[in-house]
């Protein structure tokens, strides 16, 4: 079993900024990869950004260039720095391990408004 313990998040206002953060903890050697999902009222969960255990990056590409990624493997958490919010990027937070056993281990999400 992997938990996934997520912080951050809040209210801001378009064109601010936010992190999250989420904390792994259990069977954290089945975990390959790190990353951040979201989903907004009435649309499907999507991806933000990943990152592998050797540090690769992938995005989403309506984050590119606002959102970065990244991990403190000695403290097995990953974090979401997130500047330039725009009201699209309203939408509730999951924090994702993909693991070796074939099945992603999820947070309990975590609520980002952005104002206009």
């Known amino acids: 079993q992997v938990q996934l313990v997520e912080s951050g998040g809040g209210l801001v206002q378009a064109g601010g900024s936010l992190s999250l953060s989420c904390s792994a903890s259990?069977?954290?050697?089945?975990?390959?990869?790190m990353g951040w999902y979201r989903q907004a009222p009435g649309k499907q969960r999507e991806l933000v950004a990943v990152?592998?255990?050797?540090?690769?990056?992938n995005y989403a590409d309506s984050v590119k260039g606002r959102f970065t990624i990244s991990r403190d493997n000695a403290k097995n958490t990953v974090y979401l720095q997130m500047n330039s919010l725009k009201p699209e990027d309203t939408a509730v937070y999951y924090c994702?391990?993909?693991?070796?056993?074939?099945?992603?281990?999820w947070g309990q999400g975590t609520q980002v408004t952005v104002s206009s």
């Open positions: 259990g069977s954290i050697f089945t975990i390959n990869a």
């Open positions: 994702n391990a993909p693991t070796v056993l074939g099945y992603p281990y």
């Open positions: 990152i592998t255990s050797g540090g690769s990056t």
